[in-house]
């Protein structure tokens, strides 16, 4: 999967379970960016992530994400890029 | 058996819902873990339900006090179901965690505390809500705490688990529309590694699995759908590769993969359970594309079915469009499209019907996997009920020899010498505490010939007839070809010297008969001896009972007023009471 795949597939995720606009978050948001990204919201995006990537994160890995950057690189690396 | 329905999906749906016009359903939460999105999920199949789902989720482990205190808001949404999770590690974490410290008095004292605190729970909410309660039955360990030694042991922790939910299913007094999900069921489905989430569980207090949540959404939707009337009364099947392995019509009938070796084993199987379902009062129809004289030479003889015609009340077998066949079934049934459940091992056929007829329910099922069919219909849902009544053990059968019925009005001349023929015997009485379960299932399930739609829970009838204020009468109709036990009712309210007719309804097995001119006229004698003067009556108009619209001014009522109450039209008629005995009795038939 491409970086580019992960990262529109993120950024759809997150804007579909915090309810905002994909305009307002880049690879530099963090959780306090967004209104309403609280522990819940946290565990939901964690479950959908899992889900889409079919993928777990360790439990370290979701209480440590620094921003939604952070996310993108973490599944890059488990879903290296396959050269066309 | 259902997929995991993709969450974001999901939540799509659920954002997208706020310009729906939808009735709307008020579900309030009571927890003492994290549940989330198990609202997003409850959501999404409320709304495939046809509701509009609003949440109201209770602080986390706050149960005691939203229960208790005076001033909580939680129930001021006038919630129409309450649901409790209560886990019992966090209820008590001496039966799950601590459980070889403890004496046998210890286990009975922490018993006792744990069933106390729950009735104390359930007695806050009926105070402040009549709503139906669900309530999650605690879940068993998957490793007791000692192993092996546990399952040798009668009190041993598991056994106390058990005691606990049967303990909290035991009857109460004053305490009606308690329901149950049994999370063990889900836990079984799913399995344990599935079902829970250990990392959100330790991080969040957040015990189950994304797909543990849908399982047990649904399992609360299964609940409110039958509560709201709507749970389908008709199995469809289409025969080749559905009923029995292989193509009828090429094989032939000894050719066909029915009885005791694999494949004929497993669709053997399936058909015990429609047998099941037939006896739980479903009825049975047959849609298949094939000729009819060889579908009833293997209904008659073929020696391993064991679905035959007794069970089956309409067979439709012939060459034309399923579309058309399954709405020439529901009009013989007289049910709606909306109660019909349609199986079918063809993609082209499902999805036919999908495309044309939207309110049918229908499964695919997958011819190679014919183990599956089974576990297939019943994770639907679609006939699940919560109770079951004499009525409905018969139910099945009825339409069976109603469809004769209708066979043989083709001989009468008239309708009424068909009716007289029919030797119909009726009886409209008051209901006692033994009706109450029956009355209060037809005022949730009978949509078609209802004139207001209230729906009312048992207790709600068992408050109508306290006192007399208010009287509700059952109808029992029998006639030569069987019976159909209570298929009706009506509750009459007086106030003043006037009297109001609040519901009346009769099951649609029961209509064109007189039936109904029969129970108008004992609500008016009745009136009458009460000493009312005038007797009122209310139409409520619905998508499914248009066709009472005119039933009061066809027989001598003069319309009074139209309003509106909420979502509701509400037309207001009368009748003095000394013009009455312009009322004609149409009924033939014999009335104790």
């Known amino acids: ?84 | 058996m259902r997929v995991l329905v993709n969450i974001d999906k999901v939540y799509e749906t659920i954002h997208s819902l706020n310009d729906e016009k939808l009735p709307q359903l008020n579900i309030t939460i009571l927890r003492n873990i994290t549940i989330d999105p198990l609202d997003a999920y409850i959501q999404y199949f409320a709304y495939q339900s046809g509701f509009l789902g609003q949440i109201q989720m209770g602080e986390y482990d706050n149960v005691m006090q939203e229960a208790l205190l005076p001033t909580t808001e939680i129930f001021n949404h006038k919630p129409d179901f309450v649901l409790i999770f209560l886990k019992l590690e966090t209820l008590s974490s001496k039966l799950t965690s601590q459980f070889s410290a403890l004496s046998e008095k210890d286990i009975q004292e922490e018993k006792s505390n744990v069933l106390t605190y729950i009735n104390s729970v359930l007695t806050g909410i009926r105070q402040k809500t009549a709503a139906p309660v669900i309530f999650h039955l605690f879940e068993m360990p998957c490793y007791p705490e000692m192993g092996l030694y546990d399952s040798q042991r009668q009190d041993g922790q598991s056994n106390t688990i058990q005691y606990l939910n049967a303990e909290i299913r035991a009857p109460r007094k004053n305490f009606s529309d308690l329901y149950f999900v049994d999370l063990n069921l889900c836990l079984m489905r799913l399995g344990h590694e599935k079902f829970y989430d250990n990392r959100f569980w330790f991080i969040g207090k957040q015990p189950y699995s994304l797909e543990a949540m849908q399982e047990i959404a649904f399992e609360n939707i299964k609940i409110i759908r039958s509560i709201k009337g709507l749970t389908k009364k008709c199995l469809i099947l289409d025969c080749d590769n559905t009923l029995w392995g292989g193509i009828l019509g090429e094989d032939g009938i000894d050719k066909i993969q029915i009885g005791n070796v694999y494949p004929g084993a497993a669709f053997k199987a399936f058909q015990q359970q429609i047998i099941n379902l037939y006896r739980q009062g479903i009825i049975i129809a047959i849609c298949s594309k094939n000729n009819p004289e060889e579908v009833d030479e293997v209904l008659n003889h073929h020696p391993e079915m064991l679905l035959r015609n007794e069970h089956i009340a309409v067979k439709v077998v012939n060459w034309q469009s399923k579309t058309e066949n399954i709405q020439h079934i529901a009009k013989i049934l007289n049910i709606g499209l909306d109660h019909l459940v349609f199986v079918d091992d063809s993609a082209f056929e499902i999805n036919l019907v999908k495309e044309q007829l939207p309110m049918v329910s229908v499964i695919q099922v997958f011819h190679e996997e014919p183990e599956n069919y089974s576990n297939l219909l019943l994770s639907c849902g679609y006939f699940d009920k919560l109770s079951f009544s004499e009525e409905d053990k018969s139910r099945g059968k009825f339409y069976v020899d109603e469809v004769k019925r209708q066979k043989e009005i083709s001989n009468y001349v008239t309708l009424d010498d068909y009716l007289k023929s029919l030797k119909m015997e009726l009886e409209i009485k008051d209901v006692d505490l033994n009706y109450l379960a029956r009355i209060a299932q037809l005022t949730q399930r009978t949509n078609q010939f209802n004139l207001t739609t209230k729906r009312y829970t048992e207790d709600n009838i068992k408050d109508f007839i306290a006192g007399n204020k208010s009287d509700v009468l059952y109808v029992k109709l029998k006639d030569k070809f069987g019976d159909f036990g209570v298929i009706g009712a009506a509750i009459i309210v007086y106030n003043n010297g006037d009297a109001l007719i609040d519901s009346f309804l009769l099951s649609c097995r029961a209509l064109s008969r007189g039936v109904e001119d029969a129970l108008l006229c004992t609500l008016i004698k009745r009136a009458g001896k009460k000493g009312c003067k005038q007797i009122c009556a209310e139409y409520i108009p619905t998508k499914k009972n248009k066709q009472v619209e005119h039933f009061y001014t066809d027989r001598g009522f003069s319309t009074v007023d139209e309003r509106r109450e909420g979502e509701n039209l509400i037309y207001r008629y009368h009748l003095d009471l000394s013009l009455s005995a312009k009322i004609e009795n149409k009924f033939h038939g014999e009335i104790r």
């Open chain 1, 1 to 84: 999967m491409s970086d580019d795949v992960i990262k529109e597939k993120v950024f759809r995720i997150i804007s579909s379970i915090m309810n905002v606009n994909q305009s307002v978050l880049s690879e530099k948001t963090t959780a306090k960016d967004v209104e309403g990204w609280d522990s819940l919201k946290h565990m939901r995006l964690i479950m959908a992530l899992e889900r889409e990537f079919k993928i777990k994160f360790k439990p370290a890995q979701i209480i440590g994400m620094e921003n939604v950057g952070a996310i993108i690189n973490d599944l890059a690396e488990r879903h290296p890029a396959i050269p066309d």
